[in-house]
């Protein structure tokens, strides 16, 4: 069936590293792909998107690439601080019309002062 | 802006009974509502798509009996756990879809339920 995988389950950096979190979706009919953050006991909180016709997007601390010919996503977050310590989760918009997500597993990221 | 609520944050309650999970869109109008559940240390699964003014679309293996959603407004989705038991204990995670150039999906805060 279709699915979003992570390759890492954890990630632990130094405070000050830059972070690369990884994506593997199986879909190539998904148009939309967003990245999560989600903290203990909250919602997910929305980090950054890019559409299936672009391959990188840049945000303030966060970019994210797309590599359509591996169906391979990566969150890369510069300069990692202690707050940005969560799980990242990355989801496909299943382009069914219907605007389905569907979420990858997930990436715990701590980050050590 | 974009803001959806939830309410309750946390309940607890007894074998047996139901519970209404509310999800709120703030400020802005929501045709469409999603919910999901997690689990602990694992990822968000969809539930259900509620549509405003109509039944809602429940994912497979989801028993719609069970999870009842009602989608009476455009700022309002329940989510009606029936029958609870302990294996429903879960939290529980409503989105709405705010639909603009592009649609675009904001979560609740989620809603922690223990089945005791």
């Known amino acids: 069936g279709e699915s979003v995988g992570l390759h890492l389950p954890t990630l632990s950096v130094q405070e000050g590293d830059n972070s690369i979190i990884n994506c593997a979706y199986s879909n190539s009919a998904s148009d939309y792909f967003i990245w999560y953050k989600q903290e203990s006991g909250k919602g997910p909180q929305f980090i950054i998107d890019i559409r299936s016709n672009m391959d990188k997007r840049q945000g303030q601390r966060v970019t994210v690439l797309l590599n359509k010919t591996v169906k391979h996503l990566s969150l890369q977050i510069a300069a990692t601080q202690p707050g940005d310590s969560a799980v990242y989760f990355c989801?496909?918009?299943?382009?069914?019309?219907?605007?389905?997500?569907?979420f990858g597993t997930g990436t715990r990221l701590l980050v050590s002062p | 802006g974009a803001v959806v609520s939830q309410h309750p944050s946390w309940v607890i309650c007894k074998s047996g009974t139901s519970v209404k999970i509310e999800c709120r869109s703030l400020d802005f109008q929501a045709t469409t509502m999603f919910w999901y559940r997690q689990f602990p240390k694992k990822s968000l699964m969809l539930m259900a798509t509620s549509n405003e003014g109509s039944k809602a679309t429940y994912e497979q293996g989801v028993e719609k009996d069970k999870f009842l959603i009602n989608h009476a407004s455009l700022t309002l989705s329940t989510l009606t756990v029936t029958s609870a038991h302990p294996e429903d204990s879960s939290f529980y995670i409503c989105s709405a879809l705010r639909e603009l150039s592009y649609n675009e999906q904001f979560f609740g805060p989620g809603t922690r339920l223990t089945v005791l």
């Open positions: 989801a496909e918009n299943m382009n069914t019309g219907f605007q389905k997500l569907v």
